[in-house]
């Protein structure tokens, strides 16, 4: 079955780019769209963004003009780059697969299989 | 941005009893709203997609009801695995956001 699993550096200091890589496992990153979401300490989750395996993107607007997620697929890998990052961008972040089922004409879209999460933290 | 609010915030039962979080759209979504069970430390675990299908694995005992702004994830007869935080998320529009979140603690 599909296995997904983070990468990258737990801390990261003020004003500098986070960056994090998801690796897909036991399937192919091919025909599918792929997450990511994070949850600062104790608190609920948030949608960061989706990238298409062709590499079509869709953002939080929220966090646009910091986000950049792109897709290797010869290494079965998506990352995600956020930039200029806070405190307030010390979270869990997870990585998912996301599904599109249609239905009734009706397009239908979850998130099945996630990532274990690594935990960043923005700290000097 | 179509905001996700849940009832309640938390919630304490017991093993056996029948348990209903409620979850309400700003706006109509259609039947766009999916479940996620959430376990102290774990990544979250998708229970039911639009509105009321069962993803495979999960057991019966989980359902979801509703369309248009109001939805209910009941759980028949809790047992001991169940006690966590469930997140309701819209599908409909973009951002796809969430609830804030509904624990459910052991009474």
């Known amino acids: 079955q599909v296995q997904l699993q983070e990468s990258g550096p737990g801390l990261v200091k003020p004003s500098e780019t986070l960056s994090l890589t998801c690796t897909v496992s036991?399937?192919?990153?091919?025909?599918?769209?792929w997450s990511w979401i994070r949850q600062p300490p104790g608190k609920g989750l948030e949608w960061i963004g989706y990238i298409y395996y062709s590499g079509s993107t869709n953002y939080n607007p929220s966090l646009k003009s910091r986000v950049t997620i792109s897709v290797d697929t010869s290494k079965n890998q998506f990352s995600l780059k956020l930039s200029s990052v806070t405190a307030a961008d010390t979270a869990v972040y997870y990585c998912a697969r996301r599904i599109t089922m249609v239905r009734g004409g009706r397009y239908y879209y979850y998130m099945d299989v996630w990532g274990k999460g690594t935990t960043v933290t923005v700290s000097s | 941005d179509i905001q996700m609010t849940q009832s309640p915030s938390s919630l304490s039962a017991s093993v056996g009893d029948r348990v209903t979080i409620t979850c309400r759209a700003s706006q109509s979504i259609s039947s766009y709203l999916n479940w996620y069970q959430q376990k102290p430390g774990k990544a979250p675990k998708l229970l039911i997609y639009a509105a009321s299908s069962l993803q495979s694995g999960v057991p019966s005992r989980f359902s979801g009801s509703g369309s248009g702004t109001d939805f209910t994830l009941t759980i028949s007869s809790l047992q001991p695995e169940d006690f966590a935080t469930y997140y309701c998320q819209q599908s409909y529009s973009t951002p796809p956001g969430f609830g804030q979140g509904t624990k459910l603690e052991i009474k």
């Open positions: 036991g399937g192919s990153i091919s025909s599918y769209y």
